[in-house]
């Protein structure tokens, strides 16, 4: 059997021929180099001396004197015993291909002008903690039936071990879907069967893939909420569209200032974000008779429509629309947890077959342990009881920060009504700018957002606060409301 050797160094190095009077300069330089523009990582152990020399068929003189003036200049460690390992602190900061490649700029052009300077959207945040977590977004995963995730988990795993081998459906598995279609028509009154859902990898993906198949770039204008939720925003902006924003009043979208040439308008009907009102019957209305009269299509992000305390639930805009305009998108995020990253789209019968395109191209199905596991949860009964004790720890939360806000906070902030969600919001009153609260009360601990970060066009944009209920338990909410009391007086 031949013997297969591996290479003992993560790193390419070419060196002048073996007596070459540059061999020791080439050597160091390649290997500072590479620790400086991060190839090799803080901590990485290099290769003993006599192995590395033998693999690069150079004296071990030479490896030793290249070991010996990194040591020397500080980008490496020698621990007796241990060997020589990248220093975790370097002399020089890392370099970066933008600053060190001459040819970076002209290259950056033949970027589609979105990606050249993105927008900043959220950043993962799971690990950060705060005295007073009011983060918006971010469902409490320590309620979640972990054992009985890891027993469908399991069994979901064994029957993949008895099938065979192969690619599954791109619109998902065949019993999720079935699962999810029956999930959505009890809970949300959507009307579609099986085959009409196409599962994601979380909503954003279903974004994604709806900016793929309606956008043409530098063409179609999309129609947003102002504020509204970025990376919906972003991935329309990032395929060509010409995004428009449009406000938000107490009924949730002004259909009357939507521009007659929109072909995309994207709303969060049932839980506005940020602002957290509830589009009442009257816009929903008029805004499916604008895109039958204009023949644009609605984009309706069913967000944190699960969680509803209080007041007659209206029906999703899908379950109005007579002229097969609207598509829905969905997601477990806030139900189960973030991590999960399943969603799914309900397209109209026509964009069927351009949506599972686009999904096939784009990763040809989503993970199968999940999906099947998933399956399970639902039809055994576990999501729709997971999400009414859900329902009851957020609603609490919410009349606690409710009473709160009444009891410190009365003549600086005012709650903007509505019954729906994860987070609610607040006016801020009097001269005090919300993104100044934030950075003061960030300083004791204080975590939560300002709505104008929301918004496209941050001038004249709301001037308040959002607080989230997935984060801070309820016995934490009167002392972190009281302290952003103090915060905001203090910043006035």
């Known amino acids: 059997m031949t013997k297969i050797m591996e290479p003992i160094f993560p790193l390419a190095i070419e060196l002048p021929p073996r007596g070459s009077r540059k061999l020791l300069r080439t050597l160091h330089q390649q290997l500072r180099a590479a620790i400086l ?140 879907r079935e699962a999810i279609a029956r999930h959505i028509s009890l809970s949300r009154a959507v009307a579609c069967q099986a085959a009409d859902v196409v599962v994601t990898v979380g909503a954003q993906q279903g974004f994604d893939l709806l900016a793929r198949i309606l956008v043409a770039p530098g063409q179609t204008v999309v129609a947003t909420e102002e504020p509204g939720y970025p990376p919906s925003r972003a991935a329309f902006a990032a395929a060509g569209a010409r995004i428009v924003p449009v406000p938000v009043d107490g009924e949730g979208l002004a259909v009357e200032r939507l521009p007659a040439r929109a072909g995309v308008i994207l709303t969060t009907p049932s839980h506005q974000f940020p602002l957290g009102v509830v589009m009442s019957t009257p816009r929903r209305q008029a805004l499916l008779q604008f895109a039958a009269a204009h023949r644009a299509v609605v984009i309706e992000d069913d967000y944190d429509g699960d969680f509803r305390y209080g007041g007659r639930p209206l029906d999703a805009l899908q379950a109005l629309d007579r002229g097969r305009s609207v598509f829905y998108v969905g997601t477990f995020s806030k139900s189960l947890f973030p991590g999960l990253r399943l969603g799914f789209v309900v397209p109209p019968a026509w964009a069927l077959p351009a949506l599972l395109a686009a999904k096939q191209i784009a990763d040809w199905h989503g993970p199968i342990l999940a999906q099947d596991t998933l399956t399970a949860f639902i039809t055994e009964g576990h999501l729709a009881r997971h999400i009414r004790r859900m329902r009851q720890v957020y609603g609490e939360r919410r009349s606690i920060l409710l009473e709160a806000l009444g009891r410190h906070c009365r003549d600086r902030l005012v709650p903007i009504p509505g019954e729906v969600g994860l987070h609610l919001a607040a006016r801020l009153v009097g001269p005090v700018a919300a993104g100044a609260v934030v950075a003061a009360a960030a300083a004791r601990g204080i975590k939560l957002q300002a709505l104008q970060g929301y918004a496209e066009k941050v001038k004249g944009a709301a001037n308040g606060l959002a607080f989230g209920l997935g984060l801070i338990e309820a016995d934490r909410i009167d002392a972190g409301t009281r302290e952003l009391a103090k915060v905001i007086r203090s910043s006035s």
């Open 37 to 176: 523009d991060g190839r090799l990582k803080p901590e990485l152990r290099l290769p003993a001396t006599r192995e590395f020399a033998a693999a690069m068929g150079v004296s071990r003189n030479i490896v030793i004197a290249a070991y010996e003036q990194l040591l020397s200049e500080g980008y490496v460690s020698a621990r007796p015993g241990a060997g020589t390992y990248v220093a975790n602190v370097l002399p020089q900061a890392r370099r970066t291909i933008a600053t060190d490649d001459a040819g970076a700029e002209s290259r950056l052009g033949r970027l589609n002008p979105f990606w050249r300077s993105p927008p900043a959207l959220p950043e993962p945040g799971e690990a950060m903690s705060f005295p007073f977590d009011f983060r918006i977004g971010l469902s409490d995963k320590t309620h979640f039936p972990y054992r009985v995730w890891r027993r469908l988990s399991a069994r979901a795993l064994r029957g993949i071990s008895r099938t065979p081998v192969a690619y599954a459906d791109p619109a998902g598995q065949a019993d999720l």
